[in-house]
């Protein structure tokens, strides 16, 4: 949070209508995403109700365990569900690009063109996958508890997208509540954001009503069934538990049928408006702008794609249940990592976000009063080193000597500040420029700002995703556990209970 | 003149008080600024029916049948065969040395037992418990003094003794998965325990022992990963428990913040809403967007706060520089209010706020 954003939701607040909070969309909408819309069982451990789930709005497949107590009908929906998911990311393996290796002596790389994108409601969806994830993945086709080829398939997948959406610069799972919070801000409480048809009556109330008035009817679970993954206690009692007692109790087969499509009728009701909201945020944000770093980034979501199918058809083990040491650690850093760049190219994208920079200090905008393009200093020998200065309304908190900043446009180029002096309320910023001028000492025209310019200087950078250095896994050190057991499939893992 | 115990009476519209149980009286201390809160919950008052007569019906604490049933048979799966499984994690998973364990029911009768005789049973068992060997107790009764009334609580819960030390078992339905469970559902229970370890503490003390007797360390148990079996964990509450001593010790004052309230106002659910409404607001609020997930009377104080920066979130407000009216940070951030003094640090930075806002989006 910041003032930037606590300024959106007043504004926001005062004209009953969410606003802005970024110029444009950071994150990739995909043209042929997969919505999941899950519902579970009270009291159970992500016992699986029923859930809707295609990659067409007006298409929806809607699967419902009429007996959810039952192990065998979980399984038989879980298989039924990976039969959906797992055809539409086979989908993606088939068109390759090739890419220039990356270091001198390795092949050249190969990657999908194109990688899934799965949309659930908010991060209760998120939660499911990584649940179901786990309860799935262990499992085995064959011996005493073999269950169907795409259970432990599904459940290989779904951890991975779980864990994808952990790194909040990867698309391939999206929570529609945290997509569309991250572009609007409403007049309520983050709080009440959580619930995405209160947060979609904010952002396009239906027709005839104000925000407030939809956001009001959200929270009336009657007119407004929840968005799971959890149902509505009342429906539990008004509904779903005279169904499930008349299945039980069913005395002949075509009676069970006809209690089974009542069944499924309802829970269809409960799930059909939270299906049409996630795919009208879908449409709502496709709709905007895509900022320049979101080519770039989903291209790293393709490019791990394509890892992870590559491993999927190499050995295939399903992910341990924690971690090893070595493997927490290189996640640690690959998470500091992408959170860092993340941050700068959404800045350097997006003048609103930005602005939180310069609300702090931490960066500021302002226009060229003097520009020496010729400047030299001697160093070992004359270099060039343009110097410019900036005059900028901005709360300033670097000071002289702050060295590395950049501005978006010229992002080879480093300043580090010589002065600041202050006068009228404005400061007045000298820089000195190193790099990107070229070689020699002139600088070609375009490569220094020049007077009248407005600019923008920062301590961003968009670093090169250096690997951090890990010990391979054989070699893990003892202090952090020795080299982890591979996986060894176990009988007890598949017999696991799921009750 | 009219006592203390005299006017809690009279604001709840006469008859007897709410009974509190674990989570009304954990709930008490999520909001412990609000003086509105604290006058209804010392008196007792029955929110849920004052939040519908007010038009802001409320669903706070509703579960689903389906919850509830999962509940009861786990809780009976560990409890069974005198606690059979319950003994063996206490053995195995937390390394307790229990050689051989009593299993006492102290359970209601049925025998038309008054609920304080229930208690002084409770009271007799545990004071007079063998020391030495590890007794569980069943369905104790255990009572705390809200302002100043007892509020019974039955919990579901065992209370162990080991050596000299009690510990309270709490069971609860939540999984525990790969080691890890929803900390919002742990926080949830640890209050809750919170509240029978200081009633617990509290009959001990009026046995005339040392309430320090009483593990801070709670045996939390749960169902591992996706099934049926329990697993045990040991969780400290003092956190919630000084937060929940702060609070009773402040509703114990109570007289001193009716004082607040004009004589003649009451909170009777009967009286007609905008009565009732009128009256509520005589009490000053201290709404925040927590608040409707942990008062009866969220809904209402929401309503009541619209135009506030308070709906907006605790750091949101914070982030405008604490201003109050929303209005106000509008016409401050546009320059067309001139900030008081204390506001000339918010006015600034609004306004510095609002010149990026336009200038991004105009582009
Ligand atoms: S909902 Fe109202 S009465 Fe309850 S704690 Fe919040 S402000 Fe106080």
Known sequence: ?499 | MENTEQRLSRLRGGGDPEAHNARTIAAMTRNPGCVRRAIMDAAGVDKPAVAAAVGHPTSIGRLSDFAVSRGISFETRVKSEGCAELLRLLREQLGLPVPQAHYEDLGSTGKGETVSGRYLRSKAMLDTAEQGTGTLFDHPLLRLSISGVWAYLEPDLVAFQLGEKFYVIEIKSFPVIDGVADASKVAASVTQSAVYVLALQSLLSEAGRDPGLVSHEVILVCPKDFSNQATATLVDVRKPLAALRRQLSRMDNIAALLHLLPANVTFDPELPAMELAQALTQASARYSPECLAACEMGSFCRAEAKGSTAILGRTVREDLGGVDAVSTALELATGRLQPTKDLLQAAHVLRLAQRMRTEALAR
């Open chain 1, 1 to 499: 949070m910041s003032t930037l954003t606590a300024l959106a939701r007043v504004q926001a607040a005062h004209h009953g209508a969410a606003q802005q909070i970024c110029t444009v969309r950071h994150l990739h909408v995909h043209d042929r995403p997969l919505v999941l819309v899950p519902l579970t069982l009270a009291g159970e451990t992500n016992a699986p109700l029923a859930a809707m789930v295609g990659d067409r709005h007006g298409n929806p497949q809607v699967l419902v365990v009429p007996r959810p107590r039952l192990r065998e009908q979980r399984f038989v929906f879980v298989e039924r569900l990976a039969n959906i998911v797992l055809s539409y990311v086979d989908g993606f393996t088939d068109d390759v690009e090739t890419l220039p290796a990356k270091r001198k002596d390795d092949e050249p790389r190969q990657r999908f063109t194109d990688a899934p994108q799965v949309w659930v409601p908010n991060p209760g969806g998120v939660e499911y996958l990584r649940l179901m994830g786990r309860m799935t993945r262990f499992r085995q086709t064959t011996g005493d508890y073999a269950v169907a080829a795409g259970v432990p398939q599904l459940g290989k997948w779904a951890t991975w997208l779980a864990e994808q959406a952990e790194y909040p610069d990867s698309s391939v799972l999206v929570a529609a509540t945290q997509a569309l919070t991250g572009f609007w801000a409403t007049g309520q409480s983050s709080l009440e954001d959580g619930n995405l048809a209160a947060l979609m009556g904010w952002i396009a109330p239906p027709a005839g009503m104000t925000a407030e008035q939809a956001a009001a009817t959200a929270e009336d679970p009657i007119l407004c069934p929840p968005a799971g993954p959890a149902t509505d206690p009342q429906f539990d009692r008004l509904v779903l538990a005279p169904a499930l007692r008349d299945l039980e109790e069913a005395p002949s087969d075509a009676v069970r049928v006809r209690v089974q499509e009542r069944l499924t009728l309802a829970l269809r009701e409960q799930m059909q408006p939270t299906w049409d909201r996630v795919w009208q945020a879908i449409g709502l944000l496709g709709a905007q702008q895509p900022g320049g770093s979101v080519e770039q980034r989903w291209a790293a979501d393709r490019d791990r794609f394509s890892d992870f199918v590559a491993y999927l058809r190499d050995t295939g083990h399903p992910q341990a249940k924690r971690d090893s040491a070595v493997l927490g650690a290189r996640k640690l850093h690959d998470m500091e990592r992408r959170l860092a760049n993340f941050e700068a190219q959404r800045a350097f994208d997006d003048p609103l976000v930005m602005g939180e920079q310069r609300m702090t200090g931490e960066a500021f905008t302002g226009i060229v009063t003097w520009s020496d393009p010729l400047r030299t200093v001697t160093l070992s020998r004359r270099v060039l080193r343009p110097g410019i200065v900036v005059e900028t309304e901005d709360p300033l908190r670097l000071v002289a000597g702050d060295a590395d900043l950049r501005d978006p446009q010229r992002p080879n180029q480093k300043a580090s500040i010589l002065r600041l002096s202050e006068s009228a309320g404005k400061i007045s910023v000298s820089l000195e420029l190193q790099g990107g001028t070229g070689s020699g000492l002139t600088a070609p025209p375009g490569s220094v700002p020049a007077v009248g310019e407005r600019v923008t200087y920062s301590r961003l950078q968009v670093s090169y995703m250096s690997p951090g250095q890990f010990p391979a896994r054989d070699q893990t050190p003892w202090t952090h556990g020795g080299p982890p057991q591979p996986y060894a499939p176990a009988t007890s893992d598949a017999a696991e209970d799921w009750s």
